[in-house]
């Protein structure tokens, strides 16, 4: 069997702001994305077939969050219903595998997380080797800081270099009304500010932000039924690299070079690039990783450096480049999601207009 | 209304197997191993060969105890959980006789290249804690090293999160209520049902809810169902006698309140449909206790205990749906 077998498309997508705070349960920012969805395609909550969510019980703290959670979408009628402990694009890599199965036609994919409550460097140390490095409280902040330090030492990029992705991100930011930090401020302007991890400045880092995304995902003619203009997705593919940072090239990103050409990224003309880049040095790894000239325009909403609402972050890649896609402004785009520290484990998802 | 402090803990005991146990031993008698797969040799050192995946025997060999850094970063703001409460390095360090890198903390200025050494703490308890790095220029000396006796084949990791965050809004006024004795709950604007408390939305019918909808309720209801814990020894268990924890549908009420503590009533008397008020702490004794965000519990903090009314039980067939 060819694969995919089915064509399948975003027919719908929303999201909340990236908030520092939201006032109020996890649950009401996924429900505001699910009403949201519905309302724009005309669906029930009955229609939607198969639902699934990424969201992380650590980030509130909540045992179980990701069960209450299930209040934003509605638990009644059931339906197909999964979860993955990851950032919502792999919940929509698990939905876009569903939909291959050919029973049903119409799948709703969720990512939120309210990282607000807690610490979030103290959070993430527990994705790592519970061995050698959890105990260590490594964080992800910290690996961004000695990969960053591996590109300084390479030639590879500069301070200068992190500067730049960060001062164009939070300027482009200024026309994306869901961003978090958004302002103009120039490279020089940003290299006077002093050192939080070095070589990171604190400007490097993404901020901490509470927010929810989702989009609904349908096959063929459904999907063109749903939809005057559906956004195909054309290949997705997910890799992941050692957890042991000292085993890896720090400077490159084979599993996203991997994702990449899996996901038939490079068989025709990218217009418009979303990257998890949640700390500014990724950026020039990802660039390379996914062979894309400087010509490519990257992260116009801002990228993570302008909201991250982890577990939803990287979907909201997808959706910044399908929402460009509908709109007319470019026909065919990459998004891509990462997870682990470091850029251990990525994703990438090809998305196309048209036929 | 005050903010919500918790830490969510979870002790994880692991075995250590027949790689990462010996490692974990060496440290804790003063020594750094590393595994010789392909002849290469890892550290930390791995159960597998990472070029093919495969299963390889233990080759241990010790390297160390010095080395190169081959990357770093300045932690100038360590956090709670990192091996020291000053700025140190964390760094990709090199040791001497491996050829891959160990991710580790030290306590000191680094540069690329840069000569480290290990350092043990006094207290070892078998734990890649149990050492650190320091330059080696101007080091001390390391104390001298009393090998343990057994092998370390389990390793405790205490994880603890702290949590802070405001009351949620439905859940702030819910609680000012109960500070003023009284328990406000919701009347969904779609359906009409009045859940207590509120999570500030109607579930079924995914509609968030406003103060506008706030209602109160009597403090008095019938039991929809229970249970009698008897406390087993866990981490963290305070309990020692056998209680009840009930859920109670208040009058007007579409939803039960649950996790309710009984411990007044003997459990050979508690029955489903049995009708109980709440009898109130004084207002100067009433404080929200560990309330939080979480849905159940704390009702003993602003309610003395639940008494029997002496009216007439409820027919328990029509509290089927109101049992969780």
Redesign the interface.
Known sequence: MAFPSRDVAIVATSQTPSYR?F???E??MI??C??DLLSKTGLE?KDLEFTIAGSCD?L????FAFVQNI??????PPVYESHVEMDGAWALFEAWLRLQLGDIDVALVIGSGKS????P???F??QTD??????????PV?????????LI?AGKATERDFASVVSRSRRDAMGNPNAQVAVDRSVDDLLGEP??????RRHDLPPISDGAAALVLAAGDRARALSSRPVWVTGMDHRIE?H????RD?TTSPSTALAAAEAGAGDGPVDVAELSVTYSPEEVVLREALGLSDAVTVNPSGGPLAGHPVMATGLVRVIEVANRIMAGSARRGVAHASSGPALQQNLVCVLQGGE | MSDVD?V?EYP?T?T?GPV?GP??TGLRDGKILGSRINGRV???P?EYD?ATSEPVPPDLVEVGPGGVVE???????P?????FDHPFA???I?LDGAD??????VDGRVA?GTRVVARYRDERVG???DVYFVPEEGAPAQAPIEPGAEPVRL?T?L?G??????L??ARRRFAQGLLDGKIIGQRSPATGKVYVPS???D??A?T?MSDADDVELPDRGAVSSFTVISPVRYYGQKETEPYIRASILLDGADSPIYGVDIRDIPPSEFRVGMRLRAVWRPPDQRDLGDFD??QGGSWESVIERWEPTGEPDADPATLQEYVF
């Not at chain 2, 999160?161 to 405001?166: A, G, M, S, V, W």
Request: aromatic residues 10%.
């Open positions: 705070h006032d109020g349960p649950p009401v429900m505001r699910v009403n909550r650590y509130s703290g909540l045992p209040d934003g979408v509605g638990a009644w607000s409550p807690g610490r460097r103290e959070v140390p527990l519970p061995y050698v490095m959890a105990p260590l409280g490594l964080d910290s690996l961004a800081g000695i990969q960053a330090r591996c030492d050192y939080y991890c070095e070589p990171l050692s042991h940072p000292g085993l720090l | 918790f969510l994880y692991r250590t990462v490692f974990l890892y550290c930390p791995l990472p990357s770093w970063t300045w932690v100038a703001e956090t709670t959980k990192h091996p964390f760094a990709l090199r891959t890198a160990l991710v580790h903390a690329r734990a890649i804690t390793t990791h994880i999160l702290t949590i802070h965050e405001p949620q809004p999570r500030g939305y579930q079924l995914r968030e965000n979480r």
